[in-house]
């Protein structure tokens, strides 16, 4: 099961012990996460719209465009992924001719080169460990292959079925190095984390999975 664990945002500039709380938290999170078998990823989520104030979720239907329509297996396994996630936000499914809201769902994958492949200039690798910052710039030619730089992006709308009126829009995205595959599921749970209420965009939501995502 997906846990939503935190949601982060800008830090203001003037709290640097803020800053540095924030990221013992963080630390903190990703040791326990490493250590019950999971793993954890910074989604950038940006949501938009205004939901009906005192209006329930209600009940959905997916809704395919036409473009969709034309590959209908992979429409489904993203119509799957979306599914918990609209139940945690209080969805339920129903027919078309019954439900509340129509619900559009896409996922894009997008791949790139490492920077690191085939590159001379200035390079290096920087990170933090327990005491403090290491490595350091430097200047080399690298002929090695890394594996390509993957992000995949989740897209949610939500319209009203009577009026067709949007009410709801939202996108969860993620990179990383290699594969994103099994990762659509907490994508959609990490876009509607703060369902129905308007947030700050694009924003941070960590989500913590299990490893073998």
């Known amino acids: 099961m997906t846990?939503?664990?935190l949601q982060t945002s800008t830090v203001p500039a003037h709290g640097r012990g803020r800053r540095g709380l924030a990221a013992a938290v963080m630390l903190a999170g990703a040791l326990?996460?490493?250590c019950s078998g999971m793993r954890t990823i910074n989604a950038e989520v940006s949501s938009f719209g205004t939901w009906p104030a005192g209006r329930a979720p209600g009940s959905y239907a997916f809704e395919r465009l036409p473009s969709q329509q034309s590959r209908p297996d992979d429409q489904a396994a993203i119509e799957a992924a979306a599914v918990p996630a609209l139940a945690a936000a209080g969805f339920r499914p129903?027919?078309?001719e019954q439900?509340?809201?129509l619900v559009q769902v896409g996922a894009a994958t997008r791949v790139r080169p490492s920077p690191y492949n085939d590159y001379y200039g200035p390079r290096g690798r920087w990170g933090w460990g327990l005491g403090g910052m290491w490595g350091g710039p430097g200047w080399g030619f690298g002929m090695s292959y890394e594996p390509p730089w993957?992000?995949?992006q989740v897209d949610l709308l939500i319209r009203d079925r009577r009026s067709h009126a949007v009410l709801y829009e939202t996108h969860?995205?993620?990179e990383t190095v290699g594969s994103v595959g099994g990762l659509m599921q907490p994508l959609f749970e990490a876009s509607l984390k703060d369902f129905p209420g308007p947030a700050l965009s694009p924003r941070t939501v960590t989500v913590v999975?299990?490893?073998t995502r």
């Open 172 to 174: 969860a995205s993620w």
């Open 209 to 211: 999975v299990p490893a």
């Open 94 to 96: 129903a027919s078309a």
């Open 32 to 34: 326990l996460a490493g």
């Open 99 to 101: 439900a509340d809201v």
């Open 150 to 152: 993957t992000e995949l």
């Open 3 to 5: 846990t939503i664990a």
